[in-house]
């Protein structure tokens, strides 16, 4: 019966092992393989051999969440999707997320604060952020936090409002006032900002250029 050999720092995945059966490596598994019985000396029978394609199964998925955090911030759903795109099975996804959030790698509180903060900088108003983060799959309790962290009231999302709406209005100044309003209504719906106080807000800066 051939046995396990070796289980060896991967040189190129740290905190990865090699596990090398009878003197050949088989696969690389994640650190906390030993704990199921992959150990040195260990018989190479069936069972084991499942555990180890489930190891490395996730190790593989592990990385891949690495890889994709590295080039930027995921909420937790959103990053479980592109690793199940990515083709890994769901129980390696379910590793690599546990261990992606133990490590404080995936959050999603802090996600929604920062798309907020970040978003809201760049013209989006809470209708269109509350729309966006739901559709990354982050928990509506994490998106109200967020969403009063930024602006105590609604009101207080109004001058990004009305900077946006002084712009497209000087942009729209040849159409004629009742295309022009709604025009620009449709424009601020579409960054976020609706209702009767937008409504409004449009009313005013029409009459003032008046």
């Not at 596990?19 to 019985?37: I, M, N, Q, S, W």
């Not at 006032?177 to 106080?197: E, K, Q, T, W």
Request: proline share 6%; with cysteine; hydrophobic share 45%.
């Amino acid at each position: 019966m051939p046995r396990i050999t070796a289980l060896e720092p991967d040189p190129r995945r740290p905190g990865a092992l090699r596990l090398v059966v009878d003197g050949k490596v088989f696969c690389t598994v994640h650190e906390d393989a030993p704990v199921r019985g992959l150990a040195v000396g260990a018989e190479w029978d069936g069972p084991r051999q499942a555990d180890a394609g489930q190891a490395a199964d996730e190790e593989g998925a592990w990385r891949a969440a690495l890889r994709s955090l590295e080039r930027r911030n995921f909420a937790v759903a959103e990053l479980r999707r592109r690793l199940q795109q990515k083709g890994h099975p769901p129980a390696a996804v379910d590793y690599a997320i546990d261990r992606a959030q133990a490590a404080g790698l995936v959050d999603d509180a802090a996600f929604a604060r920062r798309f907020v903060e970040s978003r809201s900088a760049r013209g989006r108003g809470p209708v269109r952020l509350r729309r966006d983060l739901q559709a990354l799959g982050v928990d509506r309790r994490h998106i109200e936090a967020a969403l009063a962290a930024q602006w105590e009231t609604q009101d207080d999302a109004l001058p990004i409002a009305r900077e946006l709406a002084v712009r497209r209005l000087r942009q729209l100044a040849a159409v004629p006032p009742d295309a022009r309003r709604r025009r620009v209504l449709a424009y601020l719906a579409r960054r976020g900002f609706s209702g009767a106080r937008v409504s409004e807000l449009v009313t005013q800066l029409m009459r003032a250029k008046s």
